[in-house]
């Protein structure tokens, strides 16, 4: 068994927000990263208003999995590794939060 055989290169899905939610249920339990790319020409009102559902989508799912987290395998030995992964993505979702809702206020100031 050769190396290639064992890692195999992430799955990468490009398109509009609609496009990429048609693949739902392939990603459904599967760890993603979503990069909002800036768009060359200013948004239409309705094509605005759809981002904003969609991102409110991702933030309502990252709430109720923060809120309700799958469950974690006991371990029976230290893992320092998955200790400091933890951390970080603890202080990471923190930092997300504080940004998105001081985006979301900035946002109801706005309408």
């Known amino acids: 068994m050769s190396l290639s055989d064992v890692i195999q290169p992430p799955l990468r899905i490009e398109g509009t927000w609609e496009q990429v939610v048609a693949h739902s249920d392939a990603l459904r339990g599967k ?23 969609g991102l409110r989508e991702i933030w309502d799912e990252v709430d109720r999995l923060a809120a309700n987290p799958p469950p974690t395998p006991q371990r029976t030995k230290p ?28 946002g109801e100031r706005q309408t």
């Open 79 to 106: 893992d320092p590794f998955g200790d400091a992964l933890l951390e970080e993505y603890n202080q990471q979702l923190a930092q997300w939060r504080t940004r998105r809702d001081s985006q979301t206020q900035a």
């Open 31 to 53: 760890r993603v990263i979503v990069t909002v790319l800036d768009d060359p020409r200013p948004l239409t009102d309705e094509e605005n208003a759809e981002r904003h559902r």
